[in-house]
């Protein structure tokens, strides 16, 4: 059950209910309506934004499947692009051109290193952005100071990480060092609420992060001037819970809170849809 524990999410003006004056119909218009009765509800549809979910490191799309199922039941049209995982500046610039063949209002939201990515995204048609327990820096600053052992203790993210050099066109002559999470240790550190074989599946497909990704200065953040959810999961073992609660309060978000993991989006599917759902006030 999500816990809201700061300021309430509140619908913005569009969302609340209006008082629409009543006209008169002619027989035939009143005959028109009531031969398209899905007319109201494709006008409904056509309203909502389209929700963008950018999953993070160690990750892929099909981390949000749960999330997705929710909200296109509801109604809400779903993209789920691959985030590169090579750096802020150019996994930013690879979600822009998702965006690019959105038309109209765009709820973007990112999970665990995808919050960097969305921080570096400035575009007017995103009205609302969600953190999903995510880095969300300021500038200037790289999502691995969210992690200090000092400040933040609690991570086990560190000792279960290991190195391969990858082919990568970002890279110098064309390599890169990337890193991801020990499958032995997958389940205990990204995933220890979700079902043991479902947590396997996910670590055989995790996608790496380049290594200087979370060591990249962060450029200016559009949660600065762009409303913004945050989702802290209370159990995780990559990002400390602590660490979420100082990122959100920054941010001046909207933040609550659920007994999760850091794959809340995969235990918790329900509970990460709704907070998408309030935040988009459709």
Known sequence: MVKPLMRPVELPNSARPRRVARAAFGTAAALALAASPLTAGSA????????VLVHGAFADSSSWDGVAARLRADGYPVVTPDNPLRGPAYDA?????????????????????????ISNVHDPDVESLIYISAFAPVQGEAALLELNPIQYPGSQLTLALRLKAVDDAQGIAGRNLDAYIDPARFPE?????????????MAARQHSLALSANLEA?????????????????????IPPASQWDMAKRMNAHVSSIDASHAGLVSHPADVAAMVEAAAGR
Request: no cysteine; glycine share 8%; hydrophobic share 50%.
């Open 44 to 51: 409904a549809a056509a309203d909502l934004p389209t929700v």
């Open 189 to 201: 550190v990204f995933a220890q609420d979700v079902d043991p074989a479902i947590a396997a599946d």
């Open 93 to 117: 610039a690879a979600i822009q051109r998702t965006l690019d063949g959105i038309a109209g209002p765009i709820v973007l939201v990112g999970h665990s290193y995808g919050g960097t990515v």
């Open 218 to 238: 962060s450029g200016a953040p559009s949660w600065a001037s762009t409303p913004s959810w945050y989702l802290v999961s209370t159990a995780d073992r990559v």
